[in-house]
């Protein structure tokens, strides 16, 4: 018999509704932002969800495991932005990435999850799948530009990909203002473009002229 959209065997072959895992997922990121991980208990997601603490601790043993899954559906890859320039790429997805009715919801997730990423490991390994796809755009975005022959194929494209996330994450932290698409914009024009062009500038040529005698 085949399982019907929407729900899954569990353990002892019981049948159960998916669509409630994203649900819960969903209340223990919101509860992270809000109070932090080292808060965050398995109750309060309950509670959050309108669920039971066993039909939590059927899906996942510890907040660890639960926090960790939630981190690796977070996100879809969508397409990214080809308008047929550089700028223009970078610009639609700082739009994207930026724009919205939370706009640094993941800024407030890293923050509410400072202190126990850096002492887990494993949790630190899966809350990494929150920067790729963004960073993938960028190389993406990058390669395109290449292609064009806009700009040289830059030393090291993952540092360039880094810069948009991570000074969005610093003016979060230092100001407490959350990025936008125009901050995203002053980014791309005065530091992300200059550093491309950098990274890409040619070697200066060594001089032919002879060496003077002593």
């Known amino acids: 018999m085949s399982v019907s959209q929407g729900s899954e ?3 002892g072959g019981r049948s159960r509704d998916i669509s409630r895992d994203d649900v819960l997922r969903r209340a223990a990121l919101d509860l992270v932002t809000e109070i932090g991980y080292d808060r965050m208990t398995m109750d309060a997601v309950a509670a959050r969800a309108g ?9 996942w043993s ?28 970078l610009a639609a997805l700082g739009d994207y990435l930026f724009s919205g009715q939370d706009p640094f919801y993941k800024a407030r997730l890293i923050t509410g999850m400072a202190s126990a990423l850096l002492a887990d490991t494993e949790l630190r390994q899966a809350f990494a799948t929150l920067a790729p796809p963004a960073e993938r755009a960028v190389v993406t975005i990058i390669d395109r ?11 090291d494209p993952a540092l360039m990909a880094a810069i948009l996330p991570a000074l969005g994450l610093h003016r979060l932290i230092f100001t407490g203002a959350g990025p936008d698409p125009d901050y995203a914009a002053a980014v791309i024009d005065n530091v992300l473009l200059p550093a491309l062009s950098a990274s890409c500038a040619p070697e200066p040529r060594e001089s032919t002229r002879p060496a003077r005698e002593a």
């Open 9 to 11: 065997r569990g353990h």
């Open 51 to 59: 669920a039971g603490k066993a039909t939590v601790y059927r899906r």
């Open 62 to 89: 510890n907040k660890a495991e639960l926090v960790g899954d939630a981190l690796a559906h977070e996100h879809v890859d969508g397409e990214v932005p080809d308008t047929g320039s550089l700028r223009g790429d």
């Open 145 to 155: 530009a290449v292609a064009r022959d806009e700009i040289a194929a830059p030393a």
